[in-house]
């Protein structure tokens, strides 16, 4: 989706130049701009797609750690020690994996590895991004505690007041994999300010903005199309706390809504505020891939 760059923004004998001109992204659909009305999830859940099942095999020391027993490092050591057993067999072979139906024992007890979840959640406003609140606010996990058995935790974070994709999993790899500082997962928002964004301030943000924190480069920004240049898109990698909210306001605008619509190469598509679905095997594998 291509935006426009506002016309009243453009000046006389400008030239396009890709060192000079913020970085064009695809524009904002109306779903995508969380037009869409909030929907109590207590009374409405989205189906979503079928729960995968990923049946592939996995290394032994990760089926342990995966089980919540230890770390893999520890993993290993318990295995060389030879009390881990599959099948009823002792395995010491490090690089052993183990299939779908085996039957896995530590120390005389059954494992039982936790599948894997996966669920995208379109986030409404007045919920913050822990696990629990001892003030007894809102927060998101409220808004996913049906969609399955296992225990789920949000990979990265939203701001209260911030609206749209927010991911769920118990597989620590690819969490870590998501939020690692070296590869961070893309990140598209819209951004609706309190007055119109001049253009050279999307430029600073392409160049590297400096904040109390270091330096950080936008991979995108340009104004949303029909949004009267008070509206902005932007597309980072950086995790940053707040990083989007505190480069605008510092200068001088007020953020008066931030919808992230895009996270990993996932999409609000077809997912009302609120809402919440399971990814699919082929969205999980796009995941790992990157």
Known sequence: MNTRRNKNQKTKGSKKNSSTSPKKIKSLSNKEKGKGKYIDHKTRLKKGDPLPSFNDE??????LSNAGICSRREADELIKMGIVTVNGIVVMEMGYKVKPGDVVKYDGETINAETKRYVLLNKPKGFITTMDDPMGRKTVMSLVNKACRERIYPVGRLDKETTG???????????KKLTHPRHKASKMYHVTLDKKVNKEHLFVLLNGILLEDGTTKFDAAEYVEGGEGKEVGVELHSGKNRIVRRSFESFGYKVNKLDRVKFAGLTKKDLPRGMHRHLTEQEVAFLKMK
């Open 58 to 63: 996995v290394r032994l020391n990760k089926y």
């Open 165 to 175: 994709l927010l991911l769920f999993t118990n597989d620590g790899d690819l969490a």
